[in-house]
């Protein structure tokens, strides 16, 4: 996972304000760590997603609240799994995970105003926009 994210440095930069603080093996270890603590306390999980025997996506629950049932959906894609339909076919998994599965009343994707690519992906699974610039894509 850390030469995943190592690879993708530039293509993620602007996207995702935790990339420059991973700059080690052992800052992934400690993402992952944290991830599983996580899992474990509430629920939420994160994934690597894989194709052609390759990781190239990492998919998962930002923030799960069962009290709610609302939670938020993260993702990002290796540049060279881009245009595959791959985060699109994880999304639409991971929307049916939240409503059949946890019995969610609310899932929020929160995009990048900028990113256009990544927005298409709400879009199409039929979210709809909240808030203004920056704001996340609501079902």
Known sequence: MFQLTDANRAHLRQWLP??????????????IASM??????????????????????VIGYNQLNRGN??????????????????RTACCRAWVAHAFDEYQLNRLVIAVASGNERS???PQRLGFRKEGGAGGGMVV
Not at 19 to 29: I, N, V
Not at 37 to 44: D, K, L, P, S
Request: proline share 0%; aromatic share 12%; net charge negative.
């Open 119 to 121: 927005q298409a992906i």
């Open 36 to 57: 599983l603590r996580t899992y474990a306390e509430t629920g939420a999980f994160t994934c690597g997603i894989w194709h052609d025997e390759t990781l190239c996506d």
């Open 69 to 86: 049932q609302t939670a938020s959906l993260g993702y990002w894609l290796s540049k060279s799994h881009e245009g595959k339909g791959i």
């Open 18 to 31: 935790w990339l420059d603080g991973t700059t080690e093996e052992k800052d992934t270890a400690a993402f």
